[in-house]
Every structure is written in structure tokens, then in C-alpha cells.
């Protein structure tokens, strides 16, 4: 025998065939412990879709050629044993076909809006440039998949903006971001004050930071409203809190309005002074004062995701760090224009409007549980589609799902998610799967006479 | 007000005589009969009393009886005299971790609402586990039993105060209008029916007939009164009844009693070869499929889907596709052992649907909206599962062949061969099942959510369970697995089974089939899982020196 009839005859065989499906059960295992711990997006990149899949993959369609090749001349008996293979080599094709031609995203939007863009899970830099906040070009627009090359400070994912660069120096995959506020020098940031509120049931601390133009900030903590002012704030209504920094000096002047007994009382103090403020036993007390104060944001790396995590990036920009996280921009000046940064998941434009009529949910009786939830569309040159679970609109290719709904506010209205599906894998996946059933049954139907040529064929 | 002091005081008239009563006997359980068909409604849909009685009881006890008390007489009189319920030892903590944090007595289980409703440190749990919810992280068992004992407490406290038992539709409103709630002429007319009860408990054990039609006319009344409250509104009685008399009828219990005799009389024929034993162990078994089959064709037709969607329905699904694949093969092959062989696994999972309702939940809970789906889900579901009966066959009966090669494999050659070729038919019959289910799987998933594979853990150990027995078929195929590995893998490839059936829910956790499943068992289940992967260890090493032995 030949090398090659020996290669050919060991890749024919059903060892390969063994080891090959006893790999994919192995590493499909992985898999799911992998989307446990972590997410599937995460199960997806590092195990469904990685190089040891598509090599088992691509050892398995060899190994079913091959066996089949061997057995030509095909008798009757092998119709269901050739159709079974046949099934699984053509779904395979039809996978192919969804990862590299097909797209898997969704649309969202609120009641009345309209939307054309369906967001995919892959994600995007791009950098604009714009002259005095009119005209804004595009730079660049690039894919990044940080998850699977992350950047670092020795090799930098470097952006070219005309003569300068931006460098992206870090990537978590999974950030949770927290703020700090830290004493500034610059003159485009305000003062900041922390203060608190306390009794024997809550307590609040709060920071408040005003821009250098504006006259207040305020916060609204339920007992009471708490007004950082530059001195031209007037009492509106209800209890208010309102706090002022003097000229020159460390004090801080506050004066309490109570809304039950229309009265003011006045004074100043220091940070660490405690002030009785007569509601339900309220302390306030001045903590710090800062005459400028920035917000600095920063973020951690968790090792797993959950709610809070999400995709963030650090990047240095003449000397500066900054953060941005996913779907969020960033504006870096020049001497004469602005470059405005976006990373984001990429969209597309699907090339038409879809427009959000209406949403509608049916709740169990009694309960705050969705039954079933459905969106009207208007849809161009169709008109108005009612899409709901199990009965999505097909046009132009795609497949628009009602997949889930969100609310911006507790007990705002409701936002519609469609998930949107181009699968030209599809016809190949159908019609492998008919292959591969109808083959199985053959299969057992007429297992002994392939049984039979087989021992023979295998020696 | 006024309703205020007159439920006041027709609870204070009651609590006096039923003080009396709990103290000395039992309310007798027959006086309450015609209060449990009065719909409630719970947890998104109508019930009967008697099943809201007995999940309460449940949720907050552990127990289907409380000192032999039944379900509604104990939430019924939690509602009438709760300052003696406060005092009893009603709700089970079973984590003991839970308990040493609220310094409890380490030994016991139960505990009075008052004890824990005062216990200091209670507050600063459920405040620990809110901030755990917050941060959205997975709860671990600890946090688990916190949340279940926060829902204890809400649970006893809402019937308690009658806030929780909703019995009158509502005339605009879907919620109905609770105990509490009541104004008027229902108010009235549910005190006639306390005060009903509360008469009869006079008589003091023994049932007074006329007292317990009081009590049923009484709840007539209610209902006529609550009907004429909120018109067209008012639940469908027939479907009431029906739940009632599947409450109460159990034909799940009969059935696994019917299947236990029907393995019982397989046996004793196979020992004595008495013709009239294996027609009665027939009768026996078919008996007990109708009545499994009746069983869940009511639950299914109270649920209104078919009974798959959760774990305790598969539970129940699954042997029945064990016995149906028995029975068939057994006609085919005329091997006897199958019959036993199926009722067995059977009698298992049936007796545990009925032991372990904290794992596998009875109620029938309605589903989220993306399992309430139409063809495609349901027929994807049932062949998946379906594909488990016939695997789970395989394995019974290579755990059978085991036993045959412990005792000796010469003299039951015959029997070996014909349980490896049933194994082998049944692995066959599992493979083409599995593979049409995923596949089926695939398109509802194309079909709902445009994904026809979206690697989520339970479809994927489902992929995983197929190619394990795809592999043994083609390793019997080219001789590498013989009769012994035959059996053998018959029972180690349906851990991947057992993984992809309740591991997936319950060790995972994780994906889109994860759906309102609860958690718990995982140590009984990997338990044994690892006892027969040890007794296949233990046979093949026996098995190997004894033919070792045999070739010098």
C-alpha cells in the first residue's frame, strides 16, 4: 500500500470518525462551562467558533468524504449510510455560509421613533474631526475585536488623527466603572462639595460639582432638594437645601428652607460642621469643598461578568489617559478642532425605516409576569405589521423577531427589541437536516448489509 | 370601618371557638370539603382552594400535613385565628447555615412566625440578600434559603391577614379582590361561610352532616354573590373540579403502584414460568399506563400545553416513553425482563415527583412568554425527551446485564444476548429520536428567534448526549465495543443524558432554557451518577480477572 492509500485509508476510517465525534462532545462541554462562568458571547469566540472547532469540523467533513469515497461504487444498502453523510456535510456548509454571509442583530427602538440601524455584537472605532462644531468629517472607521488582540501599553492599538495619534494602551472585557472626584487646576472645571444627610434611617453622601458657567447643581434626595448655587439661586419650593461658597474663604453659607413652616434659618460652616436641619431628625454636614473639582472616572477589571460589567477601553491622548466604555464618545480637543472618538457595537444600515407604532404586553392574570408581547411596525410599501413571538415579519431577506422589550425608566413606557436575521446558510441547514434524518432511519433499516461490507472493508 | 369591625369581629367570635378545638383535637377534615373547590387566585391563575391550601402549606411547612392536619383546614385557620398560628412551629428552615445565622437552636427545623418575625437579626438578612439581588449576582444556597424564608414569612403573613387568599374577581380590575378586600354583601357572605366552619368544629370530632352541608351551601352562596359581583368574570368551575379531582384522585400514585406490581408478577412468572402471572403482570402494566397517561392528560389540559415544560412534567413524561418502548419491544422480541426492567425506572421516577416537590415543583406554574409557543417548541420537547425514555430503557437493562455478569456469564449467555440487542435497540431508537429533536430544536429556534443554532448549554448537551451514543454505535459498528461494553456504555452514556436533562438546569444554571426551574438534588443526582459509574468500574474489573483466570 501506498502512503497515500494509507493516509486515505486512516483518514476513511472509523477511528478518525470516533475520535472526532468524541472531540466535539469534549469541546462543546468546555463550551457550556465556559458560558456558565462567563457569557455566550464569550463561550462563542473562545470555543464554538475557535480554530480547535473549525479543525474538528473540517476533519469531520474529511473523514465523511472520504469513508464515502471508499465505499464507491455505492450499493442499494449504503443509501441511507451516504444520505446520513451527506445530511451532515451540507448542514456543515449552510454553518459556513451563516458565520461568514449572514448577519445576527437587533433594532431597537421606542414607541413613535424610527430606526434603520441593526446593532451586531461585533464591535467599531471610529474617529470624526470637526472645525468649530460645524462640518464633521469621518477619519476613520475601523473593526476592532480588542477581546481576541488586546491592546497594551508595549503595543498600542494606535489611531492616526491628520498629525496626531491616539493609542489605545488597555481593554477589559469586563469593567465596572467607578468616579472619584478629584481637586482639579483647570479652569473649565467648578467647585465641588460633598456633603451628607443622615438620621437614624437613611444616610446620604453625595457629591455635588457645578460647570464653571453654570449658576447651580442640584439633587433631589426624596426628603429634601440640596442646591449647590453660585449665589443667584432663589428658593423655589418644597424643603431645599441650598449651599453657596464664599469668596475668599473656606465657609460654605447654606440656608435651610422647610416647605411645612415656611421657614428659612441661615448661617455658615465649615467642613466636618454638623447642621441640624429639623426634618424627621436630618443631620447635614459639610464633609469637603473643593474650588475645583473634576470627576475622574476609572475601571476595574472583574474576571467574571455580571450585571454591571461592561467592554471598556483606556487610551492616551497627548500625554492624557482617558476612559471610554462601549457605545459611548469621547471628545479630545486641538488648538483649532475637536476629534470626536466613538467605540461602539457596529451597525448597519438595513435601507430602509422601520417605525415603532406601538407595544403592547399581556400580563398573567393578577401578576406582573408578560404573558406575551407584541410590536406594530410600519414597515415601507407593506404598511402596519403586527410582529409578536413565533410570528416575525419577513422582508427583503430578512427576519425581524420580537425578541425582548425594555424600559428606560421603572414604569416608563415600554421599548420594543427585534433581534434582525439574514441566514443564507439556511436552505443548506433544512435540507441537511432532512438528509441526515431520512439517512439515520434508512441507516438502521438496512444496518446489516452495511454492517456486513464493512467488517469485510475493515478487515 | 364599618367592614373593619365587622370582620373584627366574626374573627373574634371564631378565634375563641377554634382555640378551644386546636386545643383539645382536630378539625375534623371532612367539614371543609366543600371549601375546597372555592377558586383562588394565585401566582397568575385561578385554582382551587385546596391547591392553593396545600402549596401554601408547603412553601411554608415542607409538608403536604401538619400533625395530620389537612392543607386546608391549617391555612384556612391561619386565616381565623392567626395569633395561635404565630405561636406554632410552622415554618421550616432546612439550611443550617441560615439557622446559626439567626441564632437559632441548631436542632430543630421548624419555628414559630412570632419567634422569627421578633428575631433581631432578620431584618439584616433580608437587607443583605436584597443588596445580593441588587448586584445581580446568582444567589448561592446560602442567599437561596434566605429568599425562600422572606417568602415564607410573605406567604404565611398574607393569608394571615387574608391579603394573600384572592377569591372574588374584581369587577374592572384582573387582580382579584382578596379576603381583606371584601365589602358588603361579599363580605358577609364569606363570614357565613367562617362561621359555618366554626360551628362545625363545635361538635367536636365527629362530623356533623348537616353542619358540613352548611359549610358547602355556604360557599355556594359566596360564589353566586361573587359571580353576580363581577358578571362573566368568575372562574370555570368545571376546570376547578377537574383540578380538584386530580388533587384528589393522585393517579400518578396509582399508577407507579400498579407499574411496582406489574415488575413484582414479571418476575415471579420469569421464576416460575406460570403463564397466568405474566397475562396479570400485563394487565397490571397496561393499567397503570392508562391511568399514567389519564394523569397527565388532565394535567395538560389544566395547564393548556403539553405536560413538558418544566422539570417535574419531564419527570413524569419520560417513563412513560420507557414503558411504551418496553412494552413495544417486548411484543417484538418476547424478552420478559424489559417489563420489569421499565417499571422499575417507572416506579422511580414517579415515587420521586411525589417525595421531592421542593426539587421537582408540581405546581403548574404559567410560563414565560417564549415557552408559550405553538407546534414547534411543544414537538422538539416531547421527541428530545422521548429519546431520554428509550436511552433510559438502555440503561436499566445494562444495569440488569451487570448484574448478570457478576453472577456468571456462561450460564445466562442466553439472556446477555438478548438484553445487549434490546440495549442495541433502544440506542438506536434514542439516536434517531435525539437527532430529529435537535434538529426539530433548530427550526423552532429558527422560527422564534432567526437562530437555528445558537450553542446555548441545554441544545448543546443535547448535541453532546447524541454524539456520546453516535460514538458507541460506531464503535460497536467496527467491533471495539462487544456485548459487555455494550451494556457498560448503556449506562455511562447516560450521564451525559442525566447532564443534559438536569445538569443543565441545576449544575449549569445557565441560558435560555434555564426558565423558571428551581434548584436542589444536585448531590442525590451526582450520587448516582457516580454509584453506577462504579458498579460498571467494579463489573469490568471483576469481569477481567475472572477471565483472566479462565485463560490459564
Not at chain 1, 500500500?1 to 470516533?18: G, P
Not at chain 1, 462541554?29 to 458571547?41: L, M
Not at chain 2, 421548624?110 to 441588587?134: A, I, T
Not at chain 2, 369587577?171 to 358577609?188: C, F, I, R, Y
Request: hydrophobic letters at 45%; charged letters at 20%; proline letters at 4%.
Amino acid at each position: 500500500m501506498s502512503v497515500f492509500d494509507k493516509v486515505f485509508q486512516l483518514l476513511a476510517s472509523i477511528k478518525i470518525a470516533v475520535f472526532v465525534i468524541v472531540s466535539l462532545g469534549v469541546i462543546s462541554a468546555v463550551g457550556t462551562i465556559y458560558e456558565a462562568r462567563y457569557d455566550a458571547r464569550y463561550a462563542q469566540q473562545m470555543v464554538y467558533h475557535s480554530i480547535y472547532m473549525w479543525g474538528v469540523l473540517g476533519l469531520l467533513c474529511i473523514n465523511l468524504t472520504a469513508v464515502m469515497v471508499d465505499r464507491w461504487p455505492w450499493k442499494k444498502h449504503h443509501s441511507g449510510f451516504v444520505l446520513a453523510h451527506i445530511g451532515i456535510i451540507i448542514m456543515l456548509l449552510g454553518a459556513v455560509f451563516t458565520k461568514f454571509y449572514g448577519v445576527d442583530g437587533s433594532i431597537s427602538f421606542d414607541i413613535g421613533q424610527t430606526n434603520r440601524y441593526v446593532t451586531l455584537p461585533e464591535h467599531e472605532l471610529a474617529v470624526y474631526s470637526s472645525f468649530a462644531g460645524s462640518r464633521v468629517t469621518e477619519l476613520s472607521k475601523q473593526d476592532v475585536d480588542f477581546f481576541k488582540n488586546p491592546p497594551s501599553k508595549e503595543s498600542p492599538y494606535v489611531i492616526h488623527m491628520d498629525n496626531k495619534t491616539v493609542q489605545v494602551k488597555k481593554y477589559y472585557h469586563y469593567g465596572v466603572r467607578s468616579t472619584s472626584v478629584v481637586a482639579s487646576e483647570e479652569s473649565v472645571d467648578g467647585p465641588g462639595i460633598r456633603f451628607q444627610l443622615q438620621n437614624d434611617n437613611v444616610n446620604f453622601s453625595e457629591w455635588l460639582i457645578r460647570g464653571a458657567t453654570k449658576s447651580f447643581e442640584s439633587i433631589n434626595l426624596g426628603p429634601a432638594r440640596v442646591v449647590w448655587s453660585d449665589g443667584t439661586y432663589k428658593y423655589q419650593s418644597g424643603n431645599e437645601v441650598i449651599l453657596e461658597a464664599t469668596p475668599n474663604s473656606k465657609d460654605i453659607r447654606y440656608s435651610i428652607h422647610t416647605a411645612s413652616k415656611s421657614s428659612v434659618s441661615k448661617g455658615t460652616a465649615k467642613a466636618g460642621d454638623a447642621i441640624e436641619t429639623g426634618w424627621m431628625g436630618l443631620t447635614l454636614r459639610i464633609l469637603r469643598f473643593l474650588p475645583r473639582a473634576r470627576e475622574k472616572v476609572n475601571y476595574k477589571r472583574e474576571q467574571y461578568p455580571n450585571k454591571v460589567t461592561h467592554p471598556a477601553l483606556q487610551l492616551e491622548y497627548e500625554g492624557q489617559d482617558y476612559w471610554m466604555s462601549l457605545n459611548s464618545v469621547l471628545r479630545l480637543y486641538d488648538s483649532d478642532k475637536v476629534y470626536i472618538l466613538t467605540f461602539g457595537n457596529k451597525r448597519i444600515d438595513i435601507g430602509f425605516d422601520l417605525k415603532l407604532l406601538r407595544f403592547n404586553m399581556d400580563k398573567y392574570q393578577g401578576t406582573n409576569r408578560a404573558a406575551t408581547y407584541e410590536s406594530d411596525v410600519m414597515v415601507p410599501g407593506v404598511g402596519e405589521v403586527n410582529i409578536f413571538m413565533n410570528n416575525p415579519l419577513k422582508y427583503r431577506g430578512m427576519t425581524f423577531y420580537q425578541s425582548s422589550y425594555y424600559q428606560n425608566e421603572p414604569n416608563g413606557p415600554y421599548s420594543s427589541v427585534l433581534s434582525v436575521n439574514y441566514d443564507p446558510g439556511r436552505g443548506l441547514k433544512y435540507f441537511g437536516s432532512l438528509l441526515l434524518v431520512l439517512g439515520s432511519i434508512v441507516l438502521f433499516y438496512f444496518k446489516r448489509g452495511f454492517y456486513f461490507k464493512r467488517k469485510k472493508a475493515d478487515g | 370601618m364599618i367592614r373593619c369591625m365587622y370582620s373584627k369581629l366574626w374573627s373574634v367570635h371564631i378565634a375563641t371557638v377554634f382555640l378551644l378545638v386546636f386545643s383539645t383535637g382536630a378539625l375534623a377534615a371532612e367539614l371543609t370539603d366543600g371549601l375546597k373547590r372555592l377558586p383562588v387566585q394565585d401566582l397568575g391563575r385561578l385554582k382551587p382552594f385546596d391547591t392553593f391550601a396545600r402549596e401554601s402549606l408547603h412553601l411554608v411547612y415542607g409538608k403536604k400535613k401538619y400533625n395530620g392536619r389537612s392543607a386546608v383546614d391549617v391555612v384556612l385557620t391561619w386565616m381565623l385565628i392567626p395569633d395561635y398560628w404565630d405561636e406554632q412551629k410552622v415554618v421550616e428552615i432546612r439550611h443550617s447555615g441560615l439557622r446559626e445565622a439567626l441564632k437559632l437552636p441548631e436542632k430543630e427545623l421548624f419555628y414559630s412566625p412570632k419567634e422569627l418575625f421578633f428575631n433581631e437579626r432578620m431584618s439584616l438578612l433580608f437587607q443583605q440578600l436584597k443588596s445580593q439581588q441588587q448586584s445581580q449576582n446568582k444567589l448561592n444556597p446560602y442567599y437561596q434559603a434566605v429568599q425562600r424564608l422572606q417568602n415564607q414569612m410573605a406567604v404565611f403573613h398574607m393569608i394571615k391577614t387574608g391579603n394573600g387568599v384572592r377569591v372574588a374577581p374584581h369587577p374592572e380590575k384582573d387582580t382579584w379582590l382578596s379576603v381583606a378586600d371584601l365589602d358588603g354583601e361579599l363580605a358577609t357572605a364569606f363570614s357565613e361561610i367562617t362561621r359555618a366552619v366554626a360551628q362545625g368544629v363545635k361538635s367536636d370530632g365527629a362530623v356533623d352532616m348537616a353542619l358540613r352541608d352548611k359549610v358547602t351551601e355556604a360557599v355556594k352562596n359566596f360564589q353566586e354573590v361573587a359571580r353576580k359581583n363581577a358578571p362573566g368574570k368568575y372562574a370555570d368551575m368545571s376546570r376547578i373540579r377537574l383540578e380538584l379531582h386530580y388533587n384528589e384522585f393522585h393517579p400518578l400514585m396509582w399508577s407507579w403502584i400498579l407499574y411496582l406490581m406489574a415488575a413484582v408478577l414479571m418476575i415471579s412468572h420469569i421464576i416460575s414460568d406460570r403463564k397466568t402471572l405474566y397475562q396479570a403482570s400485563w394487565v397490571f402494566l397496561i393499567s397503570g399506563f392508562l391511568l399514567h397517561t389519564y394523569g397527565m392528560g388532565v394535567r395538560s389540559i389544566l395547564t393548556g400545553r403539553p405536560p413538558v415544560s418544566n422539570m417535574y412534567e419531564t419527570v413524569v413524561w419520560v417513563p412513560w416513553g420507557t414503558v411504551l418502548f418496553a412494552a413495544i419491544l417486548e411484543r417484538l422480541h418476547k424478552w420478559k425482563v424489559l417489563i420489569p426492567a421499565a417499571s422499575v425506572v417507572a416506579v422511580l421516577c414517579l415515587i420521586l415527583t411525589d417525595i421531592a416537590p421542593s426539587v421537582l415543583d408540581p405546581s403548574m406554574q404559567p410560563l414565560e412568554p417564549v415557552l408559550r409557543s405553538t407546534f414547534w417548541l411543544t414537538t422538539h420537547v416531547l421527541i428530545i425527551t422521548i429519546s431520554y425514555a428509550a436511552f433510559f430503557l438502555a440503561f436499566a437493562l445494562g444495569d440488569l446485564l451487570m448484574v448478570y455478569f457478576l453472577i456468571d456469564e456462561k450460564k445466562y449467555a442466553k439472556q446477555i444476548q438478548n438484553g445487549v440487542r434490546s440495549i442495541y435497540r433502544c440506542i438506536q431508537i434514542g439516536v434517531v429520536l435525539l437527532a430529529a429533536g435537535i434538529i426539530l430544536g433548530g427550526v423552532w429556534a429558527d422560527y422564534s428567534w432567526g437562530r437555528f443554532w445558537g450553542w446555548d448549554p441545554k441544545e448543546t448537551w443535547a448535541l453532546i448526549a447524541l454524539l456520546g451514543y453516535v460514538a458507541v454505535l460506531h464503535g460497536r459498528l467496527v467491533g471495539w465495543i462487544r456485548p459487555f461494553g455494550m451494556a457498560a456504555w448503556s449506562i455511562v452514556s447516560f450521564s451525559l443524558v442525566i447532564m443534559a436533562w438536569y445538569g443543565v438546569n441545576f449544575v449549569l444554571g445557565a441560558g435560555l432554557h434555564s426558565y423558571g426551574f428551581g434548584a436542589g438534588g444536585v448531590e442525590y443526582v451526582s450520587a448516582f451518577v457516580a454509584i453506577h459509574l462504579l458498579f460498571v468500574v467494579y463489573t469490568a474489573v471483576v469481569r477481567q480477572s475472572r477471565l483472566k483466570e479462565q485463560d490459564q
